[in-house]
C-alpha cells in the first residue's frame, strides 16, 4: 500500500523532490515526472522539440536536413545550428571531402582543408605544394661568417669554421679555454693560439696531458 506523498515530493518513501514543481518544459510543454526515479521528461505540444521543447520542428535541422553525409544537425538556437561530420568528411554542412585524412603534408607541416582541397603550413626549412623540399639554405650566401663553410642539413644548415673562429655563424673567435674542454675537474690550460692541454685530476682516466688542435676540439679527462 502506498502512503499519499505531501506536496512537493514522490515516489514509493516521498523521497524524491518533485521535479515538476519548477517547470521547466517551454512552449506550452507539459512536464511528466517518473515518479520512481525522481525525474522528469517534457511532452511537448504540436510543433515543438528539444529536451525542454526549446525549438520548433520548423528549425532547419527538421526541415532542410542541412547536414550532408550522414552529419549530425545539432540545434543551438531557435534557427541556428551546427554539424557534426562523419569521419572523412568536412564543412560547414559536412559538404566536402576531409582531403586531409591521408596525411598529405610532409615534415611536420600542418594540413588544413579548403573545399575539397588541401593546404599544408610548412615549417622552417621546407617549401613545396606538400612542404616535400628540402630549403639549401646554402644557396643564399651570408649565412657563414668570416670563411665558413655552409652545409646543407634537412630543414636546416650548419656551418663549418675556419680555424680561429667557433660559433653557429662563425661569428666569434674561437679561445681554446672559453669555455673550457675538460671534463671531471680537469684544468685547461692554453698552448698555442688554437691548442690547449688539460690537466687531469689524479683519481681521473687517462692521467696525461694532450695537445688539442681547433679541429680536436674534444672533452678529456
Known amino acids: 500500500m502506498f502512503s499519499r506523498c505531501p506536496e512537493g515530493f514522490l515516489g514509493e ?6 521535479p515538476c514543481e519548477k517547470n521547466h518544459c517551454q512552449n506550452g510543454g507539459t512536464c511528466v515526472a517518473q515518479a520512481m526515479l525522481g525525474k522528469a521528461t517534457c511532452r511537448c505540444a504540436s510543433g515543438f522539440t528539444g529536451e525542454d521543447c526549446q525549438y520548433s520542428t520548423s528549425h ?15 540545434m543551438l538556437s531557435r534557427d541556428t545550428y551546427e554539424c557534426t561530420c562523419q569521419v572523412g568528411f568536412t564543412g560547414k554542412e559536412c559538404q566536402w571531402t576531409d582531403a586531409c585524412l591521408s596525411h ?9 582543408t579548403v573545399a575539397n582541397q588541401f593546404s599544408c603550413k610548412c615549417l622552417t626549412g621546407f617549401t613545396g605544394q606538400k612542404c616535400e623540399t628540402d630549403v639549401n639554405e646554402c644557396d643564399i650566401p651570408g649565412h657563414c661568417q668570416d670563411g665558413g663553410t655552409c652545409l646543407n642539413l634537412p630543414g636546416s644548415y650548419q656551418c663549418q669554421c675556419p680555424q680561429g673562429f667557433t660559433g653557429q655563424y662563425c661569428d666569434s673567435l674561437y679561445v681554446p679555454c672559453a669555455p673550457s674542454p675538460c671534463v671531471n675537474g680537469g684544468t685547461c690550460r692554453q698552448t698555442g693560439d688554437f691548442t ?26
Open 104 to 112: 598529405p603534408c610532409a615534415n611536420g607541416s600542418t594540413c588544413t
Open 60 to 74: 532547419p535541422c527538421f526541415v532542410s536536413r542541412p547536414c550532408l553525409n550522414g552529419g549530425t544537425c545539432h
Open 13 to 18: 518513501y516521498c523521497q524524491h523532490r518533485d
Open 196 to 221: 690547449f692541454e688539460c690537466n687531469c685530476l689524479p683519481a681521473t682516466w687517462p692521467i696525461f696531458p694532450k695537445l688539442l688542435s681547433l679541429q680536436e676540439k674534444e672533452s678529456y679527462c
